[in-house]
């Protein structure tokens, strides 16, 4: 995650499910990441696939504008 963090400024890693969210905690911040790890504890499928979505638009997005980037 560190050398993603580098190269993709805006990254956020979103946690969902039970589990030991203190723990998610604590590796992240001596990964020194905390800023950029949310955890949600549990969630609905609903709200799950809303957020995948909501993702998968905002890469999608973003390669579109590296690619006219790269092609202009």
Known sequence: M???A???PDVCVVVAGEGDRAGVRRIAAR???SAR???LGF???AV????LA???LRLLARR???RGAAGA
């Open 2 to 4: 560190p050398e993603i």
């Open 37 to 39: 790890v949310r955890t």
């Open 54 to 56: 909501a993702g998968a």
């Open 48 to 51: 799950l696939v809303t957020g």
């Open 64 to 66: 579109l504008r590296l």
């Open 31 to 33: 990964a020194g990441l």
């Open 6 to 8: 580098a190269a993709v």
């Open 43 to 45: 969630a609905v499928h």
